[in-house]
């Protein structure tokens, strides 16, 4: 247990060059990872919120119609900006989007 990190993040922190193998879904399994944390309370939530923002959005540049980065991106903007229209239309976005959910790393 002495190995452990402290907290959840600094997990993810140590871990995160394993999210990117394949971006940009890596990019969106991280916001996912920290998304999760910050609803469980792990943690506080507003550093986790931001790196939820942070990772979705970068997904969403590499790819704007991903589900994943999509699902993220709307989940940060309405528990860390409170812009309800923008997760309204981000929401939507996935709903349209009709791509499959893949895993999120390789084998």
């Keep these: 247990?002495?190995?452990?990190?402290?907290?959840s993040s600094a997990s993810l922190a140590s871990s995160e060059a394993h999210f990117l193998i394949e971006p940009p879904r890596g990019w969106a399994a991280l916001a996912g990872c920290y998304m999760g944390s910050a609803f469980v309370g792990q943690?506080?939530?507003?550093?986790?919120?931001q790196k939820v923002k942070e990772y979705s959005e970068q997904a969403l540049k590499?790819?704007?119609l991903l589900p994943e980065g999509l699902q993220t991106a709307a989940w940060a903007?309405?528990?860390?900006?409170?812009?309800?229209?923008?997760?309204?239309?981000?929401?939507?976005?996935?709903?349209?989007s009709r791509r499959p959910t893949k895993g999120l790393l390789k084998p």
């Design 43 to 49: 943690e506080r939530p507003l550093p986790l919120l």
């Design 1 to 7: 247990m002495e190995n452990m990190p402290s907290s």
């Design 62 to 64: 590499l790819d704007p």
């Design 77 to 96: 903007k309405m528990m860390l900006d409170w812009d309800w229209e923008e997760t309204e239309r981000l929401s939507h976005a996935c709903g349209r």
